[in-house]
């Protein structure tokens, strides 16, 4: 078994050997939490929590378009519990006049896997007209569905919905796409803890890549022509 050398070890240092270890590992700390921070305090003043009654409804300014970011379909095909919660947070906007139509953005990069044409279903079920859904098939990250949704579909004013432990990221990223953004956040907590749990764990790395991809690499993701399916959909 291999021994450290002394000199290598903590309590061995010399005063001045700690503070420089001490004030590396503080700004260690800083700059690991840094993108979180950047997402929570963008996206502040811009975001609400629904719940079972409609008071929230009051906060939420009134936008032409909600973005539903996808959140994934069960094995049948369906939207999953967390993505129903999103989709049905859609319709009571639409429902309250607070949203003329609803843009959703969804993973449709493989055979047999049609998220926006499963949410696009799910509204439609629930009474939203089929002419005020728009479907966004690339929207496979939250930056893309961002950044599509301004320089693809010409939004430019949106309430974004998602769940609450990812809310703020969401906010942070279509504001920094250029949108003029109200974020609406469902509380998974109260019926998902323990999911719930592990993506607020996920945020942590989340954070950091969208940070690295909006704010410093300016990246694009995969974009194309320009849509008018919303334009339509704001017009009908």
Request: hydrophobic share 45%.
């Amino acid at each position: 078994m291999s021994v450290l050398p002394s000199r290598l070890l903590p309590w061995t240092w010399s005063r001045a050997g700690l503070r420089r270890g001490f004030q590396a590992l503080v700004a260690l700390s800083v700059l690991a939490l840094t993108p979180m921070t950047w997402a929570w305090l963008d996206s502040s003043e811009h975001r609400v929590t629904a719940d079972r009654s409609d008071a929230w409804l009051s906060s939420v300014p009134a936008m032409p378009v909600a973005l539903v970011l996808g959140a994934g379909l069960t094995a049948h095909a369906t939207p999953t519990p967390m993505l129903r919660t999103r989709l049905d947070i859609g319709v009571r906007l639409y429902r309250a006049g607070k949203v003329r139509a609803l843009l959703v953005s969804g993973d449709n990069s493989r055979v047999g896997y049609d998220e926006p044409t499963a949410m696009r279903d799910y509204l439609t079920s629930h009474g939203v007209p089929a002419e005020k859904v728009v479907l966004d098939y690339a929207g496979f990250d939250t930056w893309a569905s961002c950044v599509r949704a301004r320089k693809i579909f010409g939004a430019s004013r949106a309430v974004v919905v998602t769940q609450d432990f990812h809310l703020p990221r969401a906010v942070a990223l279509c504001r920094t796409a250029g949108l003029d953004t109200f974020g609406v956040g469902d509380d998974s907590s109260v019926d998902w803890p323990l999911d719930t749990y592990m993506y607020a764990t996920r945020e942590f790395f989340a954070s950091a890549k969208a940070l690295l991809e909006a704010r410093i690499l300016h990246a694009d993701p995969l974009l194309g022509p320009r849509e008018v399916t919303l334009d339509r959909a704001l017009a009908s």
